[in-house]
């Protein structure tokens, strides 16, 4: 059975750093793509970018080019999606998901002074 | 870059059928679209991918779950309405390494 199973949720304050991450299981994580979707509370979904994780090719949408950085870990199956100073419009659920088929729990980032 | 175009809202009767639509933009009438579900306080889940020549619908998704399309539209037909398939449906599509989601369609079953 494939699984994305996602880090728990992130409370944190305006300017602070956070990585949360997306482990991939039940099937072969060099294979296929991983991407980041962002969603706004009582919003849509944002597609944010994707990386292939056989060789670390990252593409990033334009309105999140600068603003996060997506890397991954092959050893351990596993994907990031990572700020360097987060702001309190950055509050939102983050879900990963591979394939276009199959997605992660979410993540829900908190971010309040 | 392709662009989709979902009705905001939709509503149908329990037991009836619902048919929800995605318009892709113009010059992007060829490109494959996936429809993705996502019940309220959920993750989104995969529904069906269809166009160009392709459908195919993830894992244990019910029969009531199709889709179809015409031109630039992608359709997903949803018959026996049950009280569980309210929720929002979102398409998604594709162009080289973006990926792009339309603004979803909030499904409520009356």
């Known amino acids: 059975e494939v699984q994305l199973v996602q880090s728990g949720a992130e409370m944190k304050q305006p300017g602070e750093s956070l990585k949360i991450s997306c482990k991939g299981s039940?099937?072969?994580?060099?294979?296929?793509?991983i991407g980041w979707v962002r969603q706004m509370p009582g919003k849509g979904l944002e597609w944010m970018g994707i990386?292939?994780?056989?060789?670390?090719?990252?593409r990033y949408s334009p309105s999140f080019q600068g603003q996060v950085t997506i890397s991954v870990d092959r050893s351990i199956s596993s994907a990031y999606l990572q700020w360097s100073s987060l702001k309190a419009s950055d509050t939102a659920m983050y879900y990963c998901?591979?394939?276009?088929?199959?997605w992660g729990q979410g993540t829900l980032v908190t971010v309040s002074s | 870059q392709p662009v989709l175009t979902q009705s905001s809202s939709a509503s149908a009767s329990l037991g009836s059928s619902a048919k929800l639509t995605c318009t892709l933009s113009?010059?992007?009438?060829?490109?494959?679209i996936a429809w993705h579900q996502q019940q309220p306080g959920k993750a989104p889940r995969f529904l069906m991918k269809?166009?160009?020549?392709?459908?195919n619908k993830g894992s244990g998704i019910p029969d009531r779950f199709s889709g179809s399309s015409s031109g630039a539209d992608r359709y997903l037909t949803i018959s026996n309405l049950q009280s569980e398939d309210e929720a929002d449906y979102y398409c998604?599509?594709?162009?080289?390494?973006?990926?792009?989601f339309g603004g979803g369609t909030k499904l409520t079953v009356l």
């Open positions: 990386i292939y994780p056989v060789d670390s090719d990252t």
């Open positions: 269809l166009g160009g020549g392709t459908y």
């Open positions: 998901y591979s394939r276009g088929e199959y």
């Open positions: 039940g099937y072969s994580f060099t294979d296929y793509w």
């Open positions: 113009s010059g992007h009438s060829t490109y494959i």
């Open positions: 998604e599509t594709w162009d080289s390494n973006t990926r792009v």
